[in-house]
T-cell receptor, first 112, second 110 residues
């Protein structure tokens, strides 16, 4: 069993819809990351959460430490949001760095 | 700032050949990482470094070597390429929490 599970694997939405992507993890973590991988392959960090909720524009990320669960929400989705969204659980590593364990990603397609 | 740069973008290797994937960052980050991404799988950590001269193994280090002689550079070496090393390789760097990723190197071993 993968230590980080995402659902759904694939998601198709119509422009304007509210999107939710879920992430469950089975390991102890110091933080939870959400990343976006563009269709061209580039990867960008969206959020790092250790508790509660963070918002950036139309993106909202929440985490429930007790339930080991995080969600990424996209409000008023747009075709440019089409990408793979990746959840990663962070654990401590040498020298203050962190090791990330990644989910397999959720491929989001937003149709106009 | 160029951020994190990787070369080459794409390479085909024959089984048994060796090569070095280059990674450079100009943000003065202490932490650097190498990941591989296989189709349908999550990214996996190969090696990481917390500063010049200090490296450590990640989840899938077999078949790879790294060195960190400067803060800027973190090359990944494949000594005897195998088909199982066909993948997309990403380098990343961070100062604390946010990791900044390079554009990736696509490697095909035939």
């Amino acid at each position: 069993k993968n230590e980080v599970e995402q659902s759904p694997q694939n998601l198709t939405a119509q422009e304007g819809e509210f999107i939710t992507i879920n992430c469950s993890y089975s390991v102890g973590i110091s933080a939870l990351h959400w990343l976006q991988q563009h269709p061209g392959g580039g990867i960008v960090s969206l959020f790092m959460l250790s508790s509660g909720k963070k918002k950036h524009g139309r993106l909202i990320a929440t985490i429930n430490i007790q339930e080991k669960h995080s969600s990424l929400h996209i409000t008023a989705s747009h075709p440019r949001d089409s990408a793979v969204y990746i959840c990663a659980a962070a654990g401590p590593a040498q020298g203050g760095s962190e090791k990330l364990v990644f989910g397999k990603g959720t491929k989001l397609t937003v149709n106009p | 700032n160029a951020g994190v740069t990787q070369t080459p973008k794409f390479r085909i290797l024959k089984i048994g050949q060796s090569m070095t994937l280059q990674c450079t960052q100009d943000m003065n980050h202490n932490y650097m990482y190498w990941y591989r991404q296989d189709p349908g799988m999550g990214l996996k950590l190969i090696y990481y470094s917390v500063g010049a001269g200090i490296t450590d193994k990640g989840e899938v280090p077999n078949g790879y070597n790294v060195s960190r002689s400067t803060t800027e550079d973190f090359p990944l070496r494949l000594e005897l390429a195998a088909p199982s090393q066909t993948s997309v390789y990403f380098c990343a760097s961070s100062l604390s929490e946010t990791q900044y990723f390079g554009p990736g190197t696509r490697l095909l071993v035939l």
